[in-house]
C-alpha cells in the first residue's frame, strides 16, 4: 500500500471479496529526518496508507526494505546511468522487490498472494500456465513494468484494478470513502520527484561525472558534456550546441566517454536486441513469430517480427523504423493485449 | 482473536482505579492550582495528594518533585538544566552510558553541538556499566553523568548507587533515567545516592503525557520552559491536573502492590524465557539475567528478522517489540545490543518480551506454543540470510 488510491482500491477489493488481508508498506529509504526526496511512499503517503488500511480494518505495517531498495534498484539505475544506458528501475522493483523480497515476506505472514495497485491482469490458461495481460484502461496499463515476473511470480500475484478504468477506481474508492480518492497520480520514478537524475547518480557514483566530447555520426567534435549518465538515447534538449537542424542523441559510449548526437531520422531503427529474457505466455520461441513490441512506457507498441537467441536473449525486427532504441530499457512483446515476454535492450 | 499484550515496557494500561481517578478531576476539578479561590484551592489539593504518592514512590519528599509531561522532559530538565546552570563553573563536560535511552543520548547531541564535551561509557556483554570505565570518563570539568537504573530492551539494572558515590568524587551531579524500574521495582533516591532522577506515570499503568523529575533539595536547574512560576519556578505552565491526578494514583497502586507483583511477573517472565529457549531452537537471552527488571527479557532468533518475527507474531495476536518503541519504523541495529558487542545480525534479530499485570500463565503458554511454527516459517523463507 504506498497510500495512493490504486493500492488503497486493491485493498479495499482484496477485503471486500472476505479474504483476510494484511496491508503493507514498503519503506524504501531513510525519512527519519522528513527527508522527502521520493514522492512514493513519502511520510503522508505511509500514513494516507495508515489511515486506508484503519478505514478497511484490516492491520498494516510498514516494511523496512532500505537495504535491499539499494542493493537492486538504486545500485542497479547508477550503475545503468554511469554505463550510458537508460535503466527502469520500476520494472526492477516489480520482479526484484515487490514480487521478491515483499511476497517471501508476506508469505512469511501466511499470505497466499501479494496485490498490488498495478494495471494489469493476471490469469491462468486451463493448462496451468500464468498469463499477462494489458490492462483494460490503455492509458493506464502497466504490463510494461511486470514483463520480468518468472511463473511462481505471476502465481502469487493479484492485481485487483487491473479489470477497471482509472476512474472507476477513483469512483470506487469515493464510494469507499477513502480520503485518497482523489489523491494525484504519483511521478514515474519515486524515488527522484524532481526528475533530476543527473545529481543522483552523481551523489551515488561520484566516479560518474567524467566530461568528455560530443561529436557528429562523422566523428567531428561538435561540443563537450559533464558525463554521459546525463543523457538518454533520443534526449534532444540539455546538448548546448548551436546546430541548424535540431540534433539527437544517437549513442552514448561511456568507456570512451563520447556523446554521439545527430538528426531525428538518424534515430530510426528497424531491429533490436535484448538480454535477460522472461518469457511468459510461451517458452521461447525458435523460429520467426509475429508480435509487437513496446520499447518505452510511452510507446505504442509497434508490429514486427519475433525470434528467441540463445542465452535468454531475444531479436526483434520492426515492420516499421522506431525512433530511439533505447538501451537499458525494457522491450516487452505483445500478442495484442497478452504479454508474451520480455527483455532488457542491449 | 484473543490478544496477548507483551510490550509493558514501552506502554502499560490505564488502571481502571486510575482512569476513574481522572475521570472525577477532569468533570470535578477544572479549577487552576495556581489560583488563590476555592476553585484552586481544590485543584491544589488534588496534586499536593499526587505529589505525595509519587513521591512515596521513589522515597522522597513532596518538594522535591517536579512534575513534567513525561520521561523525555524530565531527562532534558535533568540534563539541560544541570549543565546550563553549571555553565558558569566552567564544568562543560557530560557523560552518559552508551545504551541510553534516546532522550539521554540525543540531549547529550544537541548540547555537543553547543560545545558541550561529551563521553558515551561502554558496557560488558552482559549491558552493565564498569565503574572503572566512568572513574577514567570523569573530570574536573565533567558536570552531569547519566546512567539509566533499568534498561528499556533487555531490562538489566546498573549499579548506580556505585557509580553515583564515583561521579561524586569529582564534584559531578549524578541522574538516572529510572522510567523503567519505577513502579517495577524498588527505587529509594536516598540509597541510590544520585541527584536527578526522571519517572514517567504511563510505564506503572498511569497516563500518557505526565511524568516527573526528582531533583535533590538546594540543586539549581536552569528551566528548559520559561513561564510562570508553577512548580516553584522549575517546570513553568499550568499543571496537568488529571495527569498528574492519574501518575499519582497510579504510584500509589504500584507502591501498594510492588513486592506480590514483582514475584509473580518474575515468574512469569522465567516461565516464558525458558519455554522460548527450550521450544525454539537458535534462541539466546540477550544481557545480563540478574540483576533485571521482573518483566523484561530481550531474546536473539538465529536467522530471523525482528521486523517479520514481530509482525508474524502480531498476526497471531500477540503483541511485543524489537528493542524500544521508540525505534520502531526504522530497522536500525539496537544501539544497546551493539554497545554490547554484539556483531550485526544479532542486533537485528532480537525480540523484547515485557509482561505485565494482566498475563497470565496460560497467555505465556500460549505464546510459547505459537512461537516455533511462526520461527520455523519465518527461517524457511529467508532466501538471503541475514548478513552478518
Not at chain 1, 14 to 27: D, E, K, R
Not at chain 2, 214 to 219: A, I, S
Not at chain 2, 225 to 251: F, H, S
Request: glycine share 10%; proline share 5%; net charge neutral.
Amino acid at each position: 500500500m504506498s497510500g495512493g488510491v490504486d493500492s488503497s482500491v486493491a485493498a479495499a477489493l482484496v477485503a471486500g471479496q472476505g479474504h483476510h488481508a494484511i496491508g503493507l508498506s514498503m519503506q524504501l529509504y531513510d525519512q527519519r529526518d522528513g527527508q522527502t526526496f521520493g514522492s512514493c511512499c513519502t511520510l503522508d503517503d505511509l500514513h494516507d496508507a495508515r489511515r486506508v488500511a484503519h478505514a478497511l480494518g484490516i492491520p498494516h505495517y510498514i516494511l523496512n526494505l532500505e537495504r535491499r531498495f539499494q542493493e537492486t534498484v538504486i545500485s542497479n539505475f547508477v550503475r545503468e546511468y554511469a554505463a550510458g544506458r537508460t535503466p527502469l528501475p520500476c520494472a526492477r522493483c516489480n520482479s526484484d522487490l515487490k514480487f521478491s523480497t515483499l511476497l517471501d515476506r508476506a508469505r512469511g505472514f501466511g499470505a497466499d498472494h501479494v496485490a498490488t495497485g498495478h494495471y494489469a491482469r493476471v490469469e491462468r490458461r486451463p493448462d496451468g500456465r500464468w498469463l499477462l495481460k494489458r490492462s483494460v484502461d490503455p492509458d493506464k496499463d502497466q504490463s510494461y513494468f511486470l514483463f520480468a515476473l518468472t511463473q511462481d511470480q505471476l502465481a502469487a500475484a493479484s492485481f485487483p484494478v487491473g479489470g477497471l478504468h482509472k476512474p472507476a477506481v477513483r469512483a470506487e474508492a469515493r464510494r469507499l470513502g477513502l480520503q485518497v480518492a482523489d489523491k494525484p497520480d504519483s511521478q514515474e520514478i519515486c524515488f527522484l520527484p524532481n526528475g533530476d537524475y543527473a545529481s543522483f547518480v552523481a551523489r551515488h557514483e561520484p566516479a560518474a561525472p567524467r566530461p568528455g566530447p560530443i561529436v557528429d555520426e562523422r566523428g567531428r567534435v561538435l561540443g563537450g558534456h559533464a558525463g554521459v549518465h546525463r543523457f538518454t538515447v533520443g534526449q534532444r534538449k540539455g546538448l548546448g550546441i548551436a546546430a541548424g537542424a535540431p540534433l539527437y542523441v544517437l549513442k552514448l559510449d561511456a568507456e570512451t566517454g563520447t556523446v554521439t548526437v545527430g538528426p531525428r531520422a538518424a534515430l530510426e531503427r528497424t531491429t533490436l536486441t535484448a538480454s535477460g529474457v522472461n518469457w511468459i505466455a510461451v517458452d521461447a520461441p525458435a523460429g520467426w513469430v509475429s508480435a509487437s513490441a513496446q520499447i518505452r512506457h510511452r510507446h505504442r507498441a509497434a508490429s514486427g517480427r519475433l525470434r528467441a537467441l540463445d542465452g535468454s536473449r531475444a531479436e526483434f525486427i520492426f515492420d516499421a523504423p522506431q525512433p530511439a532504441v533505447t538501451p537499458g530499457q525494457a522491450v516487452v512483446f505483445y500478442d495484442g493485449d497478452l504479454v508474451i515476454g520480455g527483455g532488457w535492450i542491449d | 482473536m484473543q490478544r496477548i499484550y507483551l510490550d509493558h515496557n514501552a506502554t502499560t494500561p490505564l488502571h481502571p482505579a486510575v482512569a476513574d481517578a481522572m475521570v472525577a478531576v477532569l468533570r470535578e476539578e477544572f479549577g487552576n492550582p495556581s489560583s488563590v479561590h476555592h476553585f484552586g484551592q481544590r485543584a491544589k489539593a488534588a496534586v499536593d495528594e499526587a505529589r505525595s504518592a509519587v513521591a512515596a514512590l521513589i522515597g522522597a519528599e513532596p518538594s522535591d518533585v517536579v512534575f513534567t509531561s513525561g520521561g523525555t522532559e524530565s531527562d532534558n530538565l535533568a540534563i539541560r538544566g544541570a549543565a546550563e546552570a553549571l555553565e558558569r563553573t566552567g564544568r562543560r563536560h557530560l557523560v552518559a552510558s552508551a545504551i541510553e535511552h534516546e532522550a539521554v543520548l540525543n540531549t547529550l547531541k544537541a548540547l555537543a553541538r553547543r560545545g558541550w564535551s561529551t563521553t558515551l561509557l561502554p558496557v560488558d556483554g552482559t549491558g552493565i556499566v564498569a565503574p572503572d570505565a566512568l572513574r577514567e570518563a570523569l573530570t574536573d570539568q565533567t558536570a552531569v553523568v547519566s546512567i539509566m537504573h533499568a534498561n528499556n530492551e533487555i531490562g538489566t539494572v546498573q549499579p548506580v548507587a556505585e557509580l553515583a558515590r564515583i561521579a561524586h568524587e569529582r564534584g559531578a551531579l549524578f541522574h538516572t533515567d529510572a522510567v523503567q524500574s519505577a513502579g517495577k521495582i524498588p527505587v529509594d533516591v536516598k540509597a541510590l545516592g544520585v541527584d536527578l532522577l526522571s519517572i514517567s506515570a504511563h510505564k506503572f499503568y498511569g497516563p500518557k503525557g505526565i511524568g516527573a523529575l526528582w531533583m535533590r533539595r538546594g540543586l539549581r536547574l536552569l528551566p528548559v520552559l520559561t513561564g510562570g512560576k508553577q512548580e516553584r519556578n522549575r517546570r513553568a505552565g499550568t499543571e496537568n491536573v488529571p495527569g498528574i491526578v492519574g501518575m499519582g494514583a497510579a504510584a500509589a497502586l504500584a507502591r501498594g502492590k510492588m513486592a506480590e507483583e514483582a514475584g509473580r511477573l518474575t515468574t512469569l517472565r522465567d516461565r516464558l524465557e525458558e519455554g522460548i529457549l527450550r521450544a525454539v531452537p537458535g534462541t539466546a537471552v540477550n544481557g545480563a539475567r540478574t540483576p533485571r527488571v521482573p518483566n523484561t527479557t530481550n531474546i536473539s532468533f538465529d536467522r530471523i528478522e525482528a521486523e517479520s518475527l514481530l509482525i508474524a507474531l502480531d498476526l497471531e495476536g500477540i503483541a511485543v517489540s524489537t528493542g524500544s518503541a521508540c525505534s520502531s519504523g526504522t530497522l536500525e541495529p539496537s544501539h544497546v545490543l551493539k554497545a554490547m558487542g554484539f556483531p550485526p545480525h544479532r542486533t537485528q534479530n532480537s525480540i523484547r518480551f515485557s509482561p505485565g499485570a494482566a498475563n497470565t500463565e496460560a497467555e505465556i503458554d500460549r505464546v510459547i506454543a505459537v512461537l516455533p511454527a511462526v520461527v520455523e516459517k519465518l527461517r524457511a523463507l529467508t532466501r538471503t540470510p541475514v548478513r552478518a
